[in-house]
């Protein structure tokens, strides 16, 4: 029996998915006044459904930044500050609810095994 289920394995997955996501959107904000800078992003949420339904183990998936179409900007760069913010933010709470529901998890299996 295996001590990591593929839910734990999801989850785990989802978080290094978000936290990709992070660098990426910070790495935007970052180049928000680079000339020609086109954005990134990370769709971590497709990536795991498509690995889940191809049979993929979660635990094995890595996530990239893919270039992102934008309108460039007055300063040539593809990046709305207001944006990204808004999308940091959503990515914040994408995390949070992800180490909420693993915490919650694991409080189970710590009290499944009598260790509180």
């Not at 990709?20 to 954005?39: C, E, S, W």
């Not at 459904?49 to 179409?69: D, I, L, R, T």
């Not at 180490?99 to 509180?116: E, F, H, K, P, Y």
């Amino acid at each position: 029996m295996a001590l990591v289920d593929s839910t734990q394995q999801l989850l785990e997955a989802a978080m290094r998915g978000s936290w990709q996501r992070q660098i990426a959107l910070t790495n935007n904000v970052a180049n928000a006044d680079t000339p020609g800078f086109k954005r990134a992003d990370v769709n971590f949420a497709s990536a795991l459904q498509s690995a889940v339904q191809g049979g993929v183990s979660p635990s094995q998936m890595e996530f990239q930044a893919e270039p992102q179409p934008a309108e460039p900007g007055p300063n040539g760069s593809g990046v709305s500050v207001d944006q990204e913010s808004a999308r940091l933010a959503e990515n914040g709470l994408d995390y949070q609810a992800l180490t909420q529901v693993l915490a919650a998890r694991n409080g189970i299996m710590r009290s499944a095994i009598g260790i509180l």
